[in-house]
């Protein structure tokens, strides 16, 4: 049940969710291929440009924001953000580092230690636990 979970977050990430169809173009397939690749090494975390049906889930969820700085943190559970103004970096104890800005979604997985590097004051709609 959980990779299926994560397959349906591949196809979210990689193609856009405006409800119309389009066809697949190679760029498409290559997303698709290399976030799977991040799933079955047990990805840790993903960011990507928020869909307006992702935004529209945030309305009812808490907000938060930090000034530059650089912190350790953990996750025990999973922890969805939808990321209102700012920049950051995030970096996992195997050096995997992901950045992110104003309009994107970011994803931080069960077990991920890391390291913020926040490099513009951060403000986020944020969700603990599954969606």
Do not use: Q
Request: aromatic residues 12%; positive net charge; hydrophobic residues 35%.
């Amino acid at each position: 049940m959980l990779r299926h979970l994560l397959y349906r977050d591949i196809l979210r990430a990689a193609l856009p969710m405006d409800g119309r169809l389009r066809t697949i173009c190679n760029s498409d397939v290559g997303k698709i291929f290399h976030i799977k690749s991040m799933v079955d090494k047990k990805a840790t975390m993903e960011t990507h440009p928020a869909t307006s049906a992702e935004i529209a889930m945030t309305k009812s969820w808490g907000n938060w924001s930090k000034e530059p700085s650089k912190f350790d943190y953990s996750y025990d559970e999973r922890e969805t953000c939808y990321i209102l103004e700012g920049e950051a970096e995030v970096s996992d104890k195997a050096g995997n580092k992901i950045s992110f800005k104003k309009g994107d979604w970011v994803v931080f997985y069960p077990g991920l230690e890391c390291v913020w590097d926040i490099k513009k004051t951060i403000k986020k709609k944020y969700n603990f636990g599954d969606l």
